[in-house]
Nanobody, 121 residues
Framework: QVQLVESGGGLVEAGGSLRLSCAAS????????MGWYRQVPGKQRELVAV???????NYADFVKGRFTISRDNAKNTVYLQMNGLKPEDTALYYC???????????????WGQGTQVTVSS
């Protein structure tokens, strides 16, 4: 069993910053992509940013230049530094990981429980 535990969400004023963290634990053999998604009520979950095991990154257009994704492979942890936050960034942010588990074949996808980010105007 693998768990993803997020932290770092909260309430911030427009223009402020937050840093999200997500640590993966359990019977992990290796982790490929790790990423952040977000969702607001009534809308589909959308990609925010993703980072490969080698450090290649991809961002949604609406966060380019404001958010930075990074990871610490030794700690199985992914981060999302969010600067210049806007009220429209308010959402539940989910961590995602595609990984290989000890004792299993094939790649599995896991999600965290979500952490709320609220940006006031």
């Amino acid at each position: 069993q693998v768990q993803l535990v997020e932290s770092g969400g909260g309430l911030v004023e427009a223009g402020g910053s937050l840093r999200l963290s997500c640590a993966a634990s359990g019977r992990i053999l290796s982790i490929n992509d790790m990423g952040w998604y977000r969702q607001v009520p009534g809308k589909q979950r959308e990609l925010v940013a993703v980072i490969s095991s080698g450090g290649s990154t991809n961002y949604a257009d609406f966060v380019k230049g404001r958010f930075t994704i990074s990871r610490d492979n030794a700690k199985n942890t992914v981060y999302l530094q969010m600067n210049g936050l806007k009220p429209e960034d308010t959402a539940l942010y989910y961590c995602n990981a595609r990984l290989y588990e000890l004792g299993y074949t094939g790649q599995y996808e896991y999600w965290g429980q979500g952490t709320q980010v609220t940006v006031s105007s």
